[in-house]
T-cell receptor, first 114, second 113 residues
Framework: DSGVTQTPKHLITATGQRVTLRCSPR?????VYWYQQSLDQGLQFLIQ???????AKGNILERFSAQQFPDLHSELNLSSLELGDSALYFC?????????????FGDGTRLSIL | GDSVTQMEGPVTLSEEAFLTINCTYT??????LFWYVQYPGEGLQLLLK?????DKGSNKGFEATYRKETTSFHLEKGSVQVSDSAVYFC????????????FGKGTRLHILP
């Protein structure tokens, strides 16, 4: 058990809809990362937060947004969903967000767009 | 930009065989290197890491040595078990590139009993 909690585990929705994925980091970790894992693109870094502030941005689409709240949990919002957004979305956390620190991953949210 | 290249899978071995999964990297700075493992239905877990040249990371019988001269971080295990079947990701984090972690595409490993 990594200590990182993601909800929901599975999400099925339709094109054009909007969903919110939630992540609670491991106790004591201040930094949260979001990743998208798909068969054709592999594991893609989306965005990183540290103590409520955005720290780094990766290949995140404009239709996607995220935030980290004062209690350090984070939400990833995906809107105007397309079939190609079907993927596993992972949240990870680390203590201070420095690159040399290991990241602790949740079990992911599987998003299926019909 | 920075990148990680690892051998394509799937790799299929018999139990007790010797394992090598190759990983090479390109980085402008002096990165930290990692191997993560993903078991079926789970998130990634850190397997081992190395933060400077000639460091050897080791865990659960797996080893990898940070080779700056060949820009490599190959994963090895002397005798694999069926329970090692998983997807293995090589990754780097470069302090000179905003500390972002970059993952390789992953190598799926199947161990036959």
């Amino acid at each position: 058990d990594s200590g990182v909690t993601q909800t929901p585990k599975h999400l099925i929705t339709a094109t054009g809809q909007r969903v919110t994925l939630r992540c609670s980091p491991r106790s004591g970790d201040l930094s949260v990362y979001w990743y998208q894992q798909s068969l054709d693109q592999g594991l893609q870094f989306l965005i990183q937060y540290y103590n409520g502030e955005e720290r780094a941005k990766g290949n995140i689409l404009e239709r996607f947004s995220a935030q980290q709240f004062p209690d350090l949990h984070s939400e990833l919002n995906l809107s105007s969903l397309e079939l190609g957004d079907s993927a596993l979305y992972f949240c990870a956390s680390s203590q201070t967000g420095q690159g040399w620190q290991p990241q602790h991953f949740g079990d992911g949210t599987r998003l299926s767009i019909l | 930009g920075d990148s990680v290249t690892q051998m394509e899978g799937p790799v299929t071995l018999s139990e007790e065989a010797f394992l090598t999964i190759n990983c090479t990297y390109t980085a402008t700075g002096y990165p930290s290197l990692f191997w993560y493992v993903q078991y079926p239905g789970e998130g990634l877990q850190l397997l081992l890491k190395a933060t400077k040249a000639d460091d050897k990371g080791s865990n659960k019988g797996f080893e990898a040595t940070y080779r700056k001269e060949t820009t490599s971080f190959h994963l090895e295990k002397g005798s694999v078990q069926v329970s090692d079947s998983a997807v293995y990701f090589c990754a780097l984090s470069d302090r000179d590139r905003d500390d972002k972690i970059i993952f390789g595409k992953g190598t799926r490993l199947h161990i036959l009993p």
